[in-house]
């Protein structure tokens, strides 16, 4: 593993969990650049009673908390769940991979300049995962250095695809490349997902079913993509417990045996692969959590919870507690995994 380390972490009874799946939303953003109306901006509305809502093409898209940008709220939440460490990262729509990429590049650098602020705020409580216009991979690369070498930033978190270009993609290899060169840790989100027209019911549908879906499948593109026998010190992670991978991977196990061209397309068994990925434990279900463990190995879990957003998970530790006996394995899943993911250093003194 190369680079310095992004953090200090010091064990304590009452916190010892790291969690990699937490997000931020700016207070306010940036007008769009030369004052033009570019589709899929985002505006704020004015806070009130600590509240506000993002603003999409003049249509509410969603009403947050000031946890989102207030780092002395997220510590005390922190405090109360047994979380030391956060991996800050943007709220999905604010990849703006669908805008014009100069565009988006300001945008996004806008948002890893929020998360820097909250870092150094933090005091150790904090690291960054920034995002990336990564509909232009020139730009990717020259902000991905800036975050690593002067923001001092973790890694990144990346889409589960790109304006529906699957992460496994070659055309993405350039990024792969340098995030392994300076390496940065690589956290896997959905958006914009595959399968919406499939859905009946309400929006939510979005976040509670397609999500897994399209990261499910992201993860299957970077092992049908051979991706990480290219890049085998790329340290790359999936939300949501790894979405829908879980019950792909037999299948895909089985193809690899069935099917010629299959076998002959991929570099090393599926199943091979999959225990270089990491998942986060975001399944709300202590069975379906003892099963990604199974598929990823222990080695590869860490806790996620999406917070600040409702839809998360509120005791992560708890989760852990009753989903395995074993002292050594709850310590893996709480932070020791999370260590090495993000490259963070133990204290010694501990």
Known sequence: MTGRKTGLFRRACACCGIDVHCHVVPSHFPEPPGGRDIKGWPSMTPVTDCHATVVIDTKPYRTINDACWAAE???????????????????PELFGYWIEAEAADG???????????????GKGRFVGLAGLPLQDIDLSLKELNRIMSELGFAG???????????????KFHPLFAEAERLGAAVFVHAVRPAGMDRLVGPAPLQQVLAYPTDVGLAAASVI????????????????????????????????????????EALVEPPSVQARRLYADTLVFDTETLRRVTEVFGPERILIGTDYPFNFREADPLA??????????????????????????EEDAND
């Not at 510590?75 to 943007?90: H, K, R, T």
């Not at 989760?319 to 963070?344: K, W, Y």
């Open 73 to 91: 709220r997220r510590i005390a939440a922190m405090d109360a769940a047994g979380i030391q460490i956060q991996a800050l990262s943007p709220m």
């Open 107 to 121: 945008l996004v650098r806008h948002v890893n300049d929020v998360i820097a602020a909250m870092v150094e705020e």
């Open 156 to 170: 990144i978190e990346i889409g589960s695809n790109i304006n529906g270009v699957p992460i496994g993609d070659p």
């Open 224 to 263: 049908t993509g051979n991706l990480l026998t290219k890049f085998p010190k790329l340290r790359i992670a999936f939300s949501h417990g790894g979405g829908t991978f879980a019950s792909l991977l037999p299948r895909l196990e089985q193809g690899y045996a069935t099917f010629p061209a299959l076998k």
């Open 319 to 344: 989760r852990i507690v009753e989903a395995f006996d074993a002292p050594d394995l709850r310590e893996r899943l709480s932070f020791a995994n999370a260590l090495e993911f993000l490259n963070i």
